[in-house]
């Protein structure tokens, strides 16, 4: 393969990357965050609830659902979210490698490992619930990424470090923990959620409407 081949392919990759990362997280097109949110309202069981007090303030509420329910319904939320029982990983992007004459390399999967990550992710703070996630790292490098996950995920060119990694894995925690966030505001307006990844910040979900 010749050099302009090679560099025309990194191309491709990175516009490639750049239109699924765009498509993903700003557009929430199909492809992206909005299918993953589809699948999370088809994936999430049901909100379990019971009534406390109706008259007690909803911080109480609030508590009281998370300490009876909570962090256990939003973890098996989140872990919908995986990309199989074998495979127990929230992923964010794939790092596709440049050929090199004579040397193997294959594609590398990168992302949360889940397999660790327990109900006490969550907690709970006045009205917003929060979980904690670790970093993303590197998963898997092998050459059978499925064509379907390789779809929905940006691609990053080696030696170019994905920044947007932890803003990918939010993202896609936030779509799987939505469906109980939704359910959860009709019975307690005002409630948000927050999704920190380590070492990257965190963002804010506000309570969707009825």
């Given at each position: 393969?010749?050099?302009?081949?090679?560099?025309?392919?990194?191309?491709?990759?990175?516009?490639?990357?750049?239109?699924?990362?765009?498509?993903?997280?700003?557009?929430?097109?199909?492809?992206?965050?909005?299918?993953?949110?589809?699948?999370?309202?088809?994936?999430?069981?049901?909100?379990?609830?019971?009534?406390?007090?109706?008259?007690?303030?909803?911080?109480?509420?609030?508590?009281?659902?998370?300490?009876?329910?909570g962090a256990p319904q939003l973890h098996r939320a989140l872990m919908a979210g995986r990309?199989?029982?074998?495979?127990?990983?929230?992923?964010?992007?794939?790092?596709?490698?440049?050929?090199?004459?004579?040397?193997?390399?294959?594609?590398?999967?990168?992302?949360?490992?889940?397999?660790?990550?327990?109900?006490?992710?969550?907690?709970?703070?006045?009205?917003?619930?929060?979980?904690?996630?670790?970093?993303?790292?590197?998963?898997?490098?092998?050459?059978?990424?499925?064509?379907?996950?390789?779809?929905?995920?940006?691609?990053?060119?080696?030696?170019?470090?994905?920044?947007?990694?932890?803003?990918?894995?939010?993202?896609?925690?936030?779509?799987?923990?939505?469906?109980?966030?939704?359910?959860?505001?009709?019975?307690?307006?005002?409630?948000?959620?927050?999704?920190?990844?380590?070492?990257?910040?965190?963002?804010?979900?506000?309570?969707?409407?009825?």
């Amino acid at each position: 393969m010749s050099d302009s081949t090679t560099h025309a392919g990194v191309r491709e990759l990175r516009v490639r990357g750049l239109t699924v990362f765009v498509g993903l997280v700003v557009l929430g097109l199909a492809s992206g965050a909005g299918l993953f949110y589809w699948e999370a309202a088809r994936l999430t069981p049901p909100l379990e609830w019971e009534e406390t007090d109706a008259q007690a303030p909803p911080e109480a509420r609030l508590r009281y659902w998370f300490q009876k329910y909570g962090a256990p319904q939003l973890h098996r939320a989140l872990m919908a979210g995986r990309l199989s029982a074998q495979r127990p990983w929230l992923a964010t992007h794939v790092v596709q490698p440049r050929p090199e004459a004579g040397t193997p390399y294959a594609p590398e999967l990168w992302g949360i490992d889940l397999s660790n990550v327990g109900p006490e992710m969550a907690s709970v703070d006045g009205m917003q619930l929060c979980v904690d996630l670790p970093a993303p790292r590197m998963l898997e490098r092998t050459r059978e990424i499925p064509g379907e996950i390789a779809r929905r995920l940006p691609i990053s060119a080696p030696g170019e470090p994905f920044e947007a990694a932890a803003d990918v894995a939010r993202e896609r925690a936030r779509a799987f923990l939505s469906p109980v966030l939704t359910a959860l505001s009709r019975k307690l307006p005002g409630v948000t959620l927050e999704v920190r990844i380590a070492a990257a910040g965190a963002a804010s979900l506000p309570a969707a409407g009825p």
